[in-house]
């Protein structure tokens, strides 16, 4: 059996966060335990969050000149207090206040045994078709179960068949909410509904029994389904929310259920799955890797090979796994017409998830789509895009009421109710780069796929009115330096006069991010042909920046002032940002400022999170140390993954799967947006022989690469006739020209 792509395990999960295996359609997702006796199918909505809409604090604005003054006079720790104490709303923070927390819906549960023995018993999930099965013999038959979120039919499907041997299925399945308040109903018709609210929202999750011979009778507290060959549950769920509308209510929530399952109606089961596969696999086949492997261990169950690796084994297939995995998370999650991946993606079994299972941008957020466009799935990012867009709203206000500024502004992180203004302490809650970083996922879609008319009427306007904050925010300093200020480096703090701070006259990945905003909007502009005030406002900014800041001991200053570090170790990266995820400083031409960067990342350790260690590949990548990237790509696996390969170190968070899939992409290729494309910069010799397909380089190209005994075998570039690049491979470089064919091939 070839399980190159298969996860699967001889037992049933006990344990949701380590042992479940994920699926879901973008906006509907489910994890699977695949019990012998009783199966449970815990399933989330992704809109189905606790809060509400806050209110700002109008002119907070109020406090900036005198926090500025402070600053200026080197006077950190009383600027601090005026900012942590006054400045900020300290109520703004936690469930108590409004702020949202994404909730678990409920979970199914179906009751087939009378006990839990089995025989040959796999649990398993397909990620290319993303169905999981389980599968087992018990009482001389055999038994199949089958589980899928479909994004075309909008729905979850559970199958059950027995395929051999006379006895037929006698099951039970009932229905349990997330919430005390929750309604379940059993209907004739075999349906179960669950009704509920939260503060701001009402919600329904509706499932339907469909049964092949046999019957389903309501029994008050079960649909009882008796004698058949097989059955399959549908489910739809949904709330009011409405992104569109000024309280983000109004979906006519219980129709939409109605509509979804009625779809269904005189469709067969068969044409669902397979519809369901095809529209799934079109997406995750665009991409396929292959590494070598000394040793084939893919009929070994996946909970031992990750032991064996542990313990120091290679395995190459279960690396591409992971990477594979990735996608398979970011498909799941985030769809063209659905909310992006929250912090655990679209799964979540409580209502007290640890950090809400929210949007933060400081880095969880947008390392959850640095795989989006390298990894050949620009479809999944316009999720992230359109809810990008959508803070601006909100953002207007917050630019506005805390900054006296123009344009649009995020801080650290938003639930679903337009969350974002700076909020609670300074040293995580006021980052003034946040709007500034959301803008790369903007940019990056276009750098990637090159389409003029997103350039215009989405990318553009939205950029634009970013920089419009950053200009009106960015203060000259007294070496005549445009820094923000004030401003924190996300969530890490230096000591000043034995006093543990974080309140700073400026900052490294502020100006970086700011930079690189400033650059991709002109660059925009030449594109669009736009030549105005703004861009003239924009030209001198940019020249009056503060620089990457370098101190007597050759390491990047996290902070304008050269100040000691509080945590040494802290798992934040921001100072790196001019080098990843920004392309600001590239390594080959400043090698002086590379140099710096891997110095400053030493003295940082080793990175105590998943996200954190999975950022470490992508760096090295970007540093073209490919033995120092693979180390990462062994530490994250063996220290952070759990049997279901989620990362879990220290709890599910979906970053860290996604940018371990980003790091390995950046060690195939690497490209940028003068269509510069660097194959295979930071392979390490473990990997000698291997083949990808259907990366993406920014430009519009997409690349596949084939090497043997650690050398380049063949490369070819796609893209359209007349499009022109270079190449590079180690030390050797070319143009190439993209023929009539659509392909330029390159044989060393
Ligand atoms: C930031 C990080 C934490 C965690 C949280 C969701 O606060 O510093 O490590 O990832 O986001």
Sequence with gaps: MNHTLTMFYDKPASNW???????????????????????????????????????????????????????SEKKFSEAQKLVDQEYLELSAYGDVSGFGKYQTFGDIFISLHQDDTAENYMRKLDLSSAVAEVCYHKDGCSYTRSYFASHPADVIAVRY?????????????????????DIITYRDDGEIFLDGSLENLDYQARLRVVCEGGSVSNMGNALEIKDCVSFTVYLSASTDYLPESDHYRGKDFTRFNQSVLDALNGIPYEQIRSEHIADFSAIFNKNTLFISDRENKSDIPTDCRIEKYKSGETDHSLEVLLYQYGRYQLISSSRNNTLPANLQGIWNDTNDPNWGSIFCYNINFNMNYWCAENTNLAECHTAAIRFIDSLRKSGRKAAE????????????????????????????????????????????????????????????PIMREAAEFYLDYLTENSDGYLVASPASSPENSYIYKGEKLNLCDG????????????????????????????????????????????????????????????????RHLSFIYGLHPSQLVNPQKYPQIAQAYQKTLLARGEGNVGWSIAWRISIWARLMQGENAYKYVRQFLSQRIADNLFDVEPTYQI???????????????????DRNIILLPAIPTEWDTGKVQGLRARGNFTVDIEWSNNTLVRAVIHGDSNASGSIQ???IKTNFLIPESGKFEFIL
Excluded at 33 to 62: C, H, M, W
Excluded at 662 to 667: C, L, T, V, Y
């Design 17 to 71: 966060e380590n042992e479940a295996l994920p699926i879901g359609n973008g906006r509907i997702g489910a994890m699977i335990f695949g019990g012998v006796a009783t199966d449970r199918i815990q399933f989330n909505e992704e809109t189905l969050f606790s809060g509400k809409p806050l209110q700002n604090e109008k002119e907070a604005y109020r406090y900036l000149n005198k926090i500025r003054q402070l600053l």
């Design 507 to 570: 900052v490294e990945i502020d100006s970086r991010i700011i930079e690189e905003l400033f650059v991709n909007c002109l660059r925009a502009a030449k594109i669009l042909k736009i030549s105005d005030s703004f861009t003239e406002k924009v030209q001198n900014a940019l020249a009056k920046l503060c620089p990457v800041k370098m101190n007597e001991n050759g390491l990047v200053q996290e902070w304008y002032h050269d100040f000691e570090q509080a945590e040494p170790n802290h």
């Design 401 to 460: 009421d805390y900054f006296d500024a123009g344009g649009w502004f995020a801080s650290k992180k938003s639930d679903i109710w337009g969350f974002t203004r700076p909020y609670a302490k300074s040293v995580y809650g006021l980052c003034v780069g946040g709007s500034g970083w959301l803008c790369q996922d903007i940019w990056e879609h276009y750098n990637f796929n090159r389409n003029y008319s997103y350039l215009r009427q989405t990318a553009f």
């Design 655 to 673: 970053d860290g799967n996604l940018g371990f899939t980003a790091g390995i992409a950046e060690m195939l290729l690497q490209s940028d947006f």
């Design 161 to 181: 068949e027995v395929s051999s041997g006379n006895i037929l299925l006698n099951a039970k399945i009932t229905l349990a909410g997330g919430h005390s308040g």
């Design 729 to 731: 491979y180690k030390n």
